[in-house]
């Protein structure tokens, strides 16, 4: 095998390795490895990132079928999310309201809403200023399990924060 050979397939599988994670993964943990954006020395999160957000003091609380009544584990993460927030201002929120695939479009689309509704009280009655908080329901639209069993419908039945900003300054 001559030496050009042997460096493209080095550097091929150099950048194979590179693309293994995938960075928009929805799910709380990412890809785990605790690297990229936001990554520093040994694989530590930084505090003030998005990744730290969303690994590490969780992006994301579940409800029970047909609720919108915050679980004391979901007041306990939106705990997390509201110091967070507090100790980083220069980031904007979406709630995002989702729901499980029963029933129908528009009963989904209004408790989803009523969801991020829920936690959004919930950051505000914990200092976060409402400006720096917008809702949006999705209802039954985005799953991010698709099955017809109540594993899959637990998964779904949840309200997001999704951060935007701190990109700047």
Not at 37 to 65: E, N
Request: charged fraction near 15%.
């Amino acid at each position: 095998m001559s030496g050009l050979t042997k460096a493209m397939l080095v550097a091929a599988a150099l950048g194979l390795s590179a693309c293994a994670g995938n960075p928009w993964d929805d799910t709380a943990g990412g890809n785990g490895s605790g690297t990229g954006a936001g990554a520093g020395a040994a694989g530590q999160l930084d505090p003030s990132s998005p990744a730290y957000f969303q690994q590490t003091v969780g992006d994301r609380v579940l409800f029970a079928v047909d609720q919108s009544t915050l679980s004391p584990a979901a007041q306990s993460v939106l705990q997390g999310q509201a110091r967070w927030l507090t100790a980083n201002p220069d980031y904007v929120v979406t709630i995002e309201g989702h729901a499980d695939e029963q029933g129908t479009r528009e009963y989904n689309l209004a408790l989803g809403a009523r969801r991020a509704n829920a936690a959004r009280e919930y950051l505000l009655s914990q200092g976060v200023a409402g400006n720096r908080l917008q809702v949006v329901s999705f209802g039954k639209e985005r799953p991010l399990e698709i099955c017809s069993n109540e594993a899959c419908y637990t998964k779904n039945r949840r309200a997001v924060t999704v951060l935007a900003g701190g990109l700047t300054g």
